[in-house]
């Protein structure tokens, strides 16, 4: 297993959860790690994505919600997530992206995040 998502549960809305990423990959750090979303009925979505340097980027729903950070040390990156709402209840995945030409992309296999009302 490459990427091991944990960390999904049940939560009411308000509340909390972290996710965390355990990668098992080679040159972790030149790799742009994220996390995408697929609700029920949806498309997969980016969540939030971030460099081997720090630099973050969300997508306007999770903006001052959540918070992705990574530790290259350890080759792991995590989602927290705040003031969750019912429109954040999916399946998140961990994503890692080479920056290097000809890179494939990583997928693990995503943990059930549900917010209730």
């Known amino acids: 297993v490459q990427l091991q998502a944990s960390g999904g549960g049940l939560v009411q809305a308000g509340g909390s959860l972290t996710l965390s990423c355990a990668a098992s990959?080679?040159?972790?750090?030149?790799?742009?790690m994220g996390w995408y979303r697929q609700a029920p009925g949806k498309q997969r979505e980016l969540v939030a994505t971030?460099?081997?340097?720090?630099?973050?980027n969300y997508v306007d729903p999770v903006k001052g919600r959540f918070t992705i950070s990574r530790d290259n040390f350890k080759n792991m990156v995590y989602l927290q997530m705040n003031k969750m709402q019912p429109e954040d209840t999916a399946v998140y995945y961990c994503?890692?992206?080479?920056?290097?030409?000809?890179?494939?992309?990583?997928w693990g296999k995503g943990t059930q995040v549900t917010v209730s009302s």
């Open positions: 994503n890692a992206h080479p920056t290097y030409p000809g890179g494939i992309d990583k």
């Open positions: 990959i080679i040159n972790f750090r030149i790799n742009v």
């Open positions: 971030i460099t081997s340097g720090g630099t973050t």
